[in-house]
């Protein structure tokens, strides 16, 4: 397995940096599978290696990411140390970002190789999950989508109650439970959610898929209930697949930083389950 490291240009000129897994011996065409983390999260999370290395091993082209605002830099990759950036980013952003690593993917060959484009896939843990739906369903050259305890619909825990206070201080703070910093989102986030909702909306993006789409989900998730992964199977039957991975919480049994060498068990289970569903 190969890694190359690249930085390009995201939303308001902020960097993405990008990782791509390759396997040893590259074939002629690659399949190319894109990950976008969740909230809180970053591309060298936890498994995240771990999990590109498995699938390199396998003949794919996997690539990870930084989201340009998800409060980490180049210099401190792994630590949210921009909380400017962070409190400002937006879904739209996310959106925009990942569009860029696609078209980065799409135009840039490695080596003598090239990406199959009618192998292009997308998955997204959490948050990323539901930014992998929704570029799913405007992007064309996206041919499968899998999403492992995905968000199904960003504004439902937003109650007018919620949103007025949020309204009135300019900013809400979240905790992150694993460094105990406070850290912040502007009122911006849900000002372009609700601007660009003929965007951003999960369910209908949902419904408007036409291209395979495997779901999988956690019994046990404690944070995305997995009431989230039935509903969206009943959004459009035609095209999805329900995977339940019995016993699992939201990160199928990972944690940060991980330091063993096997990955652990509910997340093989989640990984032979994508890999089969996108082989065949």
Same mark, same amino acid.
């Given at each position: ?61 996997? +690539? ?77 050259? +996206? ?138």
């Amino acid at each position: 397995m190969t890694c190359h490291q690249y930085e390009i240009e995201g939303s308001d000129g902020k960097p993405i940096l990008l990782d791509v897994h390759a396997p040893e011996e590259m074939p002629a065409r690659y399949p190319v599978i894109i990950f976008s983390h969740g909230f809180k999260g970053f591309k060298d999370w936890g498994t995240f290696n771990q999990i590109a290395a498995w699938f390199a091993a396998r003949g794919f082209c996997f +690539v990870k990411f930084n989201f340009s605002h998800n409060g980490t830099s180049p210099d401190y990759p792994e630590e949210f140390v921009d909380l400017a950036s962070f409190a400002a980013n937006t879904f739209s952003k996310e959106m925009d970002d990942l569009g860029r690593v696609i078209d980065f993917i799409w135009e840039n060959p490695l080596g003598n190789s090239i990406p199959d484009r009618s192998r292009l896939f997308l998955t997204g843990h959490s948050r990323g999950g539901g930014i992998a739906i929704l570029k799913a369903a405007e992007d064309k050259r +996206v041919r499968k989508l899998v999403t492992w305890a995905a968000v199904n619909d960003f504004g439902k825990s937003w109650n007018p109650k919620y949103t007025e206070q949020w309204k009135k201080n300019g900013k809400i703070e979240v905790l992150n439970s694993r460094t105990g910093q406070k850290m912040p989102l502007n009122y911006s986030l849900y000002e372009d959610y609700q601007r660009h909702l003929d965007r951003l909306y999960i369910p209908a993006a949902v419904v408007k898929l036409n291209i395979p789409f495997l779901i999988i989900h956690g019994r046990n998730d404690e944070t995305i209930c997995v009431r989230a992964a039935y509903e969206m199977n009943d959004w459009n039957k035609d095209c999805t697949e329900l995977y339940i991975v019995e016993g699992a919480n939201h990160v199928f049994g990972a944690k940060h930083p991980w330091d063993l060498a096997q990955l652990p068990e509910y997340e093989q289970e989640v990984l032979h389950k994508t890999l089969n569903f996108l082989l065949n």
